[in-house]
């Protein structure tokens, strides 16, 4: 896929998705920069999940339409990872064979895949359970696995579905920090959903917010990660019936 310059890597255009007679998410549009990550953020059942699906590929919209790279999704594309919120691992492969599945099944020869692991297994830091299984580890542990195997393939999307939403407090906020330090070393384009307004100002670059009802988004909010200027300043910039923008200032 070739993408036009200076254009957004993804284009989420009027999106909506009904199931019979009701009605799941409409007119929802949002664009993803090549190295941006955007948070999506709203209460159970407003359509995160949903929305992340049409964007990977997996469930066709009702109206609407999805592009990557200039591209209509109509199937799941190449080049995107996903990172479940219920890990997503295979029970029957240690840590290296589900951080190489990806690789495997693309016919990466093994002298290739094995280093490639190695490193990721290390930058998730997992070193010394490269042999360990699923049921051995904890579940911030197999979350990490999990990052390690959408990260393997070096995707130009991340899509993330809670990821942490299962995991204590303490792990949370662990990984939380390291998810951001690996995406400063691996700038990758990467929607993140969640249902943590926190979680979406402290994760995204901008925040999508998803609502049931017409609603207005005017506070001003600042990131607690430190970026390379000390913080993110955050100011809305939109409003929508169903989807919000707050957006990084200038």
């Known amino acids: 896929m070739t993408q036009p310059a200076g254009a957004p890597l993804i284009h989420v255009d009027q999106l909506s998705k009904r199931y019979g007679d009701r009605t799941v998410m409409s007119g929802v549009s949002f664009d993803v920069g090549t190295c941006e ?7 159970s059942g407003c359509g995160k999940t949903t929305l992340l699906r049409c964007v990977a590929g997996l ?5 609407g339409a999805v592009s990557i790279a200039g591209h209509v999704v109509t199937e799941p594309p190449e080049g995107v990872g996903v ?29 290739e895949t094995e ?3 190695r490193e990721l297994i290390g930058m998730v ?3 010394g359970f490269e042999h360990a299984y699923p049921h051995q580890l904890s579940g911030g542990m197999q979350q990490r696995a999990g990052l390690a195997r959408a990260l393997a393939i070096e995707p130009r999307l991340l899509l993330m579905d809670e990821p942490f939403a299962s995991l204590d407090a303490q792990t949370r906020d662990l990984l939380q920090l390291e998810m951001l330090r690996i995406l400063d070393q691996r700038p990758t384009a990467t929607i993140f959903v969640t249902h943590s307004i926190d979680e979406a100002v402290l994760m995204g670059d901008r925040v999508v917010i998803l609502t049931a009802s017409r609603a ?7 990131s607690g990660y430190p970026g390379p ?3 993110r300043p955050w100011t809305a910039t939109g409003s929508g019936s169903s989807a919000i923008t707050c957006g990084r200032s200038s």
Request: glycine content about 16%; aromatic content about 8%.
């Open 59 to 63: 469930t066709p919209p009702s109206g």
């Open 125 to 127: 830091g997992l070193e």
């Open 229 to 231: 200027e000390g913080g």
């Open 83 to 111: 990172v479940f919120q219920h890990f997503g691992l295979f029970p029957w492969k240690t840590v290296s064979g589900n951080v190489a599945y990806g690789l495997t099944v693309r016919g990466m020869p093994r002298r």
């Open 37 to 43: 990550i955007v948070s999506i953020v709203g209460p």
């Open 216 to 222: 207005l988004c005017t506070t001003s909010l600042t």
């Open 115 to 117: 280093p490639r692991v």
